[in-house]
């Protein structure tokens, strides 16, 4: 069964930083990753999505890579702003066709200007 | 294109109503939609599938006749919460395959329940 973590839990880092959240999975057997935004009490933004064909996806400030033969994924943040300020989710699609993202328990990142 | 709509996006009841949410596709047809559950500082857990025309597959843990799901057409899947108590209170989210893009899973904004 799949499984998905992410570290650190939480992340206090001041405005302008750079930064790297992880995320690991236990199946290798994936067809794609994305990462989402969460605020608090609000739905999902997504962020970035891999196909396990791609190595990384950029959009603006914002970089996610990702090996699949080792189950990582990183999520990079240049220069954060306050904004920035929320939980980061990594999910990771199965290879097989209609089956529910399975997600980690997010990152919370907080960004102090 | 590709949105996902939910409603009630809040609602309060009291112990032991039912209360429905509904989780449309607005501009795709979507055989297969999922529900989620997201408790606070928690991340979002799959509670079941629901695949139009047939029944739900519910995950491990979720007792499927307190979580009614319905999918009665290929824009449509409703979930009812039976008999509610306060520890169902709950981030409930639901996502939507399109039948075009199988691969692909776009997301409701979410329904926030409480139950007193």
């Known amino acids: 069964k799949q499984e998905v973590t992410q570290i650190p839990a939480a992340l206090s880092v001041p405005e302008g930083e750079n930064l790297v959240l992880n995320c690991s999975f236990t199946?290798?057997?994936?067809?794609?990753l994305q990462w989402f935004r969460q605020d608090p009490g609000k739905g999902l933004t997504s962020l970035l999505l891999?196909?396990?064909?791609?190595r990384e996806q950029t959009s603006g400030r914002l970089n996610a890579s990702l090996d699949k033969s080792s189950g990582r994924s990183t999520l990079y943040i240049a220069a954060s702003q306050p904004g920035d300020s929320a939980t980061y989710l990594c999910?990771?699609?199965?290879?097989?066709?209609?089956?529910?993202?399975?997600f980690g328990k997010g990152t919370t990142l907080s960004v102090s200007s | 294109g590709a949105v996902v709509s939910q409603h009630p996006s809040r609602v309060i009841c009291k112990s032991g109503t039912s209360v429905k949410i509904e989780c449309r596709s607005l501009?795709?047809?979507?055989?297969?939609m999922f529900w989620y559950r997201q408790f606070p500082k928690q991340s979002l857990m799959l509670m079941a599938t629901?695949?139009?025309?047939?029944?739900?597959?519910?995950e491990q843990g979720v007792e499927k006749d307190k979580f009614l799901i319905n999918h009665a057409s290929l824009t449509l899947s409703t979930l009812t919460v039976t008999s509610a108590h306060p520890e169902d209170s709950s981030f409930y989210i639901c996502?939507?395959?399109?039948?075009?893009?199988?691969?692909?899973?776009?997301f409701g904004p979410g329904t926030r329940l409480t139950v007193t």
């Open positions: 996502s939507a395959t399109p039948d075009r893009a199988i691969y692909e899973q776009y």
């Open positions: 199946d290798s057997a994936i067809y794609n």
């Open positions: 891999i196909q396990s064909s791609q």
């Open positions: 999910a990771v699609g199965s290879s097989q066709a209609g089956t529910a993202l399975i």
């Open positions: 501009d795709f047809q979507a055989t297969t």
């Open positions: 629901s695949n139009e025309g047939s029944k739900a597959t519910y």
